[in-house]
Structures are given as C-alpha cells and as structure tokens.
C-alpha cells in the first residue's frame, strides 16, 4: 500500500470532527440533546435511547432523510451493560449523508418502536433482526420470523444460542453408522 493511500484510510477512519458536523445533523443534536454524536469510521452516528428513537428517525426523515437503508443489530453478551444495540443506516441524497443511529436495548426487554410508518422498506430487515436476534418491533405490521421455520426456537445470532447439528442424509447413499 502506498504512503497516499494509508494516509487517506487513516483520514478515512477518523471520520468528521464535531466542528464539522453538517447543519442538518446539528439540528437533529439540538433538538434531541441526550443524543450522542460521535464521528465512526466516516460515517456520523448519533447513539439515541429508546425513547427518543422514533422521534429522532421521524425528525431525521422530515429534515432530508429520505432512504432507510438498513436495520440490524449486535449482540455484545457480556462485553457492555446493555446487551444489544440495534444500528439503523439512513441516508439523504438531498444533503448527500448518510447517518447511522445506535440505539442500546436491553435484553429483558428487547422492544423498540418500528420505523416501517415512516420508511416502508424497513419492513423486512425488522423482521430478520426480530427473527435472528429477538427484538421485537412494536407497531410492526406483520412481526413474523422471515429466514427460519415458523416453529423455530430461540434467535440463532445471539451469542448465547446453542450451535447444534442438523444430520444430513444424502440420497442415494448408505446411512453412516
């Protein structure tokens, strides 16, 4: 790697310093003080409670946000306080952003506003973090499991799940013994 190169991934990782915060980022700080921003590998985070989640991401949309780009979420069992962090990706064309929110969701009570009011196509990524994690959506139209079998038990990417086996029998072939 070139001298250039590493200096720009090392710029690239720094991310924006708080003085340079766009305006319509520092609106949303404004009206939201609890939140917390902090620059994060390039992009702008704003670490949100529970509470003001949805007002934030409905404020977020009304002031250019118009793309939901994606729902996920970490399970950090045993390393923090606060078991899960729900990250929602939103981005403006219009003010050419991306903005990702981080909101810390407890595990003995995993729920959280669904956003699908505001952002259609947050539907699906809901449903799969519901499905693989178990973080209910209230307000969700149709919180049903999207990648595993209706009658699946337990969330296969929390960092507690069991991982088990499942036999595979090849056709055609002599059952091993």
Same mark, same amino acid.
Request: hydrophobic share 40%; glycine share 6%.
């Given at each position: ?17 708080? /003085?340079?915060?766009?305006?319509? +980022? ?5 009206? &939201?003080?609890? /939140?917390?921003? /902090? ?10 409670? #529970? ?9 977020? #949309? ?7 780009? $994606?729902?996920?979420?970490? $399970? ?14 939103? +981005?403006?064309? #219009?003010?050419?952003?991306? +903005? ?7 595990? $003995? ?14 539907? &699906?990524?809901?449903?799969?973090? &519901? ?11 149709? +919180? ?15 960092? $507690?799940? /069991? ?15």
């Amino acid at each position: 790697m070139t001298d250039e190169r590493q200096v720009a991934d090392e710029g690239a990782a720094e991310g924006p310093s708080p /003085a340079e915060i766009p305006d319509v +980022l520092a609106e949303l700080v404004a009206r &939201f003080p609890e /939140a917390v921003y /902090a620059p994060s590998a390039g992009q702008h985070t704003l670490t949100v409670s #529970r509470d003001d989640y949805h007002p934030l991401a409905e404020a977020a #949309r009304d002031a250019g946000f118009e793309v939901c780009a $994606d729902v996920t979420c970490v $399970d950090w069992f045993r390393r923090r306080p606060v078991r899960f962090e729900l990250v929602v990706n939103l +981005l403006s064309h #219009r003010h050419r952003l991306r +903005l990702r929110l981080l909101v810390p969701v407890p595990a $003995d009570d995993p729920v959280v506003p669904s956003l699908t009011g505001l952002w259609p196509g947050a539907n &699906f990524p809901e449903r799969e973090v &519901f499905d693989m994690f178990g973080i209910v959506f209230e307000g969700h139209p149709d +919180l049903t499991r999207i990648l595993m079998p209706d009658d699946w038990e337990g969330h296969p990417l929390r960092k $507690d799940f /069991a991982v088990g086996s499942v036999p595979v029998q090849f056709k055609a072939s002599h059952k091993a013994t």
